[in-house]
């Protein structure tokens, strides 16, 4: 059955370092996300892509983050300056349009 | 109002029991809904989707209420299997990027 795949399945990182989360989607999939899931809390959306461009952010994707679909497999989120409240648990979406999201087995991000 | 409400519980119930959880959302130009399970630390996964004529998988059934903004999802026969916490997930309006809005989760536990 195919999968989202996501690496590295975890990242320990120092404040102020940048980091790159990896996501392969599923690949007949058009439309792409990142959530978060900070620990305890719920499952908060980031980002959806579609057709090699943002179309909808949340007010936690500011200027430190940023998405690129860089060849046809790949989809990356980057976090510029990381903060010690980035640390989370990051999950890849993908889906046709209509049907449900289809989520990867996600990276915990520890920022310290 | 919160966008997605469910009763974050736990359930304690013993196995073979029926279990149902219940979710509200605010906004009425939701379009898709869906249950998601989400076991501890791990990616949502989907479970079903939800339609208005109410639709059955096996043990599982849910229900969707538009006029209420209710959506519903009933467990018979509970197994050790199910114990995981439970999303009510819907769509925001302007669904053409199918960006899911999550509930913060019912958590059940089956007990022997």
């Known amino acids: 059955e195919p999968e989202v795949t996501q690496t590295p399945s975890h990242q320990v990182t120092q404040m102020g370092q940048e980091v790159i989360l990896r996501c392969v989607p599923i690949s007949n999939h058009l439309y792409f996300y990142w959530y978060r899931q900070i620990l305890g809390q719920k499952v908060e959306f980031l980002v959806s892509?579609?057709?090699?461009?943002?179309?909808?952010k949340s007010e936690i994707f500011d200027d430190q983050f940023s998405v690129e679909r860089p060849d046809g497999s790949n989809f990356t989120l980057k976090i510029r300056s990381t903060k010690l409240e980035d640390s989370a648990m990051y999950f890849c979406?993908?889906?046709?349009?209509?049907?449900?999201?289809?989520f990867g087995s996600g990276t915990q991000l520890s920022v310290l | 109002r919160k966008e997605v409400e469910q009763d974050p519980g736990p359930f304690n119930v013993p196995e073979g029991a029926t279990v149902a959880f219940n979710c509200t959302y605010s906004n009425s130009a939701s379009q898709s809904f869906f249950w998601y399970r989400q076991d501890c630390r791990k990616e949502p996964k989907l479970l079903m989707s939800?339609?208005?004529s109410g639709n059955e998988d096996g043990r599982f059934t849910a229900q969707l209420n538009r006029a209420s903004q209710y959506i519903s999802l009933l467990i018979r026969d509970s197994k050790l299997s199910d114990s995981a916490t439970y999303l009510c997930v819907v769509t925001a309006y302007g669904g053409a990027t199918n960006k899911l809005i999550f509930g913060t989760g019912t958590l059940l536990a089956v007990q022997p």
């Open positions: 939800v339609y208005s």
């Open positions: 892509f579609y057709n090699n461009e943002i179309s909808e």
């Open positions: 979406a993908s889906t046709l349009q209509g049907k449900g999201l289809f």
